[in-house]
């Protein structure tokens, strides 16, 4: 479900005021700047919590307010969405957590495309679900580099081999392009029996 409407028109008024059970500690709702169009003018960016299953991802840009529903992991609330670029274009992306595992945060990614918020998927149209975590057992990372002049979204996802004193971790690190919401595998790198500190299992988000 998405929806659109003008600044000046009440939008998603039922949402107001609903109660929803949430831990005490949980935040309903979360503001923060990105440049979604790359123009050099901070636009806004919200979640909020729509009821006990989804939130609300929102944005203002130039008098427009965007929206659309996305799962909601209610025994945490709302968490601030990650401003990144995947893409390198200048235009900013929003990472939005949808799922607080025990180690591992589920995430989707939306940009403004031309008909408004659009997520990014695989070449086949899946939504791109992206992780961060993994505890112990997994090792779960996202980061980007910059090749050439080309960014590249790396996603790291290796498992423990239990058999082996320390742990090891076997896995991938795989490259994507992306452009036009849409994120094209490049290369893999095999993890093979790599330590934890290994820096082929390293990754910020933030370099992103
Ligand atoms: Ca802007």
């Not at 997520?119 to 975590?133: F, K």
């Not at 849409?182 to 893999?188: C, D, F, Y």
Request: charged content about 15%; some cysteine; aromatic content about 4%.
């Amino acid at each position: 479900m998405s929806f659109v409407s003008r600044a000046g028109i009440v939008l998603g008024t039922a949402v107001i005021g609903m109660a929803v059970a949430l831990p005490a500690s949980a935040a309903d709702s979360v503001t923060v700047s990105a440049d979604l169009n790359g123009d050099g003018v901070a636009d806004k960016v919200s979640v909020r919590v729509y009821d006990s299953q989804r939130q609300v991802l929102n944005t203002e840009v130039g008098g427009t307010t965007l929206g659309v529903l996305l799962p909601l992991d209610s025994h945490i609330g709302v968490v601030a969405p990650k401003i990144v670029d995947l893409s390198g274009d200048g235009t900013q992306d929003i990472v939005v957590s949808e799922v607080e595992g025990a180690n591992t945060t589920t995430f989707s990614a939306w940009d403004l495309g031309p008909a408004g918020l659009r997520q990014l998927t695989t070449p086949d149209s899946q939504p791109m679900r992206l992780y961060d975590g993994g505890g112990l057992a997994a090792r779960n990372r996202l980061t980007c580099t910059d090749d050439q002049g080309f960014r590249e979204l790396v996603v790291v996802s290796a498992e423990a081999d239990w058999n082996t004193d320390p742990i090891v971790y076997n896995g991938t690190r795989t490259s994507y392009r992306v452009a036009d919401g849409v994120a094209t595998q490049g290369q893999v790198v095999p993890i093979t029996a790599q330590p934890g500190d290994s820096p082929l299992l390293q990754g910020e988000l933030a370099a992103c």
